[in-house]
């Protein structure tokens, strides 16, 4: 065996007593607890945390732009690339919240430092934000933002001969509905051949079993036709707190923008007002067809922050009472001054197909259309019970 030179020894000795150094001067910073684990991680500030929660609320409140290459390279079926989107349609949605932060890591500056973050999507409601130094906590996702509760109390319902009949109530029982249509995103998992829809646009080619097969997955079951009245019809009083003491006004508005009929666009043109472009945030008839869609898209349409109420597609409902009456009309097949785009107003479907036969106007006027076939969306609801106080 070769035996090692006296200067190879010198070497070794001094590169040992370098690394004796460096440790102890870890030791004493208190760094090598991080890198060996022998003693706690420093704790990451609450600043810190606040700031990493408040970029994850913005994500999961839709406040992201699809046309970042992120998507592009991450999940291709999300990517656009032009984003005109509106953040309430991409808010609440787990497969946009996860993809953003796929293989991403994040830094937030505070003062001179940078500290780096993951997020990683958990469960279906939860989520965890770790910090590369060992810091990490588990969050709770909210999906408020897609659906609408319907305030107890006394609505306008389906329509029955004498009028005092078509007042109900709650009853004890929560409507939790949607706030939009369904969208080809909610769906295109479970339905590949969906795959060349564009993802944020309502479902329009579904027929009735299969919007109730949607809905009862979820939990739910499609909007009824006594809810759709209900948000659709004004509520009639003051302030919400007095929907649950008294029945709503027989001269409540038959729209969902405010009390008087002049708050509506149908009434104003029905009147003689010239068309205003300004009118498709409320209705999008079929004057609106020529603008983006999404230009006009509101956060809240009716008074209960029920989006889609009026204009758009038509919306299938279930109705037990008067199952003839399975389709709210009100939609871009028809001008904005048709009275068709008025609460109460149903046709029948007969969930066969979307050809013109296939739709009976025996209570209102036809569509106006060039199209031969028409397309028709929905929306679910849950029912829950209230515990008695």
Not at 221 to 236: E, N
């Amino acid at each position: 065996m070769k035996k090692i030179s006296k200067s190879y020894q010198v070497f070794g000795i001094g590169i040992a007593g370098a690394v004796i150094v460096l440790l102890l001067a870890l030791w004493q910073s208190g760094k090598l607890s991080v890198l060996v684990g022998d003693k706690e991680a420093p704790k990451i500030s609450e600043t810190l945390w606040k700031l990493a929660l408040q970029e994850s609320h913005d994500v999961w409140s839709g406040k992201v732009d699809l046309s970042d290459p992120h998507f592009k390279k991450e999940c291709p079926r999300l990517y656009l690339e032009k984003d005109d989107v509106p953040s309430s349609l991409k808010s609440c949605r787990q497969s946009i919240f996860d993809c953003f932060y796929k293989n991403r890591s994040l830094k937030i500056k505070m003062k001179n430092d940078f500290f780096s973050y993951h997020v990683n999507l958990l469960t279906q409601d939860t989520f965890e934000i770790f910090f590369e130094v060992g810091n990490k906590k588990k969050f709770q996702l909210k999906s408020k933002c897609r659906k609408i509760k319907l305030p107890q109390g006394f609505y306008w319902g389906n329509e029955r001969k004498e009028k005092r009949d078509r007042v109900w109530h709650t009853s004890g029982i929560q409507y939790q509905v949607d706030r939009f249509q369904v969208r080809y995103i909610d769906v295109f998992k479970q339905f590949p051949s969906k795959k060349g829809k564009d993802l944020f646009e309502p479902i329009s080619d579904f027929l009735p079993d299969q919007m109730e097969e949607f809905c009862r997955q979820r939990k739910s079951q499609v909007l009824s036709s006594q809810v759709k009245a209900a948000l659709t019809f004004h509520h009639g009083r003051k302030d919400l707190s007095r929907i649950n003491q008294e029945p709503p006004d027989w001269n409540t508005s038959a729209h969902p923008y405010g009390p008087r009929a002049e708050e509506s666009p149908q009434f104003l043109m029905s009147k003689g007002a010239s068309f205003d472009r300004e009118f498709c945030f409320k209705i999008y008839g079929k004057e609106c067809r020529k603008f983006n869609r999404f230009e006009f898209f509101p956060e809240a349409l009716g008074w209960s922050g029920t989006a889609e109420l009026m204009g758009g597609l038509p919306e299938y409902v279930h109705n037990k009472e008067h199952p003839r009456k399975n389709l709210h009309p009100s939609s871009y097949y028809y001008s904005i001054n048709s009275s068709a785009h008025q609460a109460g107003k149903r046709i029948y479907w007969s969930g066969r197909g979307f050809r013109r036969i296939d739709f009976n106007f025996s209570t209102t006027e036809p569509f106006h259309s060039e199209f031969s076939e028409f397309k028709v969306g929905f929306r679910c609801m849950r029912l829950n019970l209230l515990e008695e106080k």
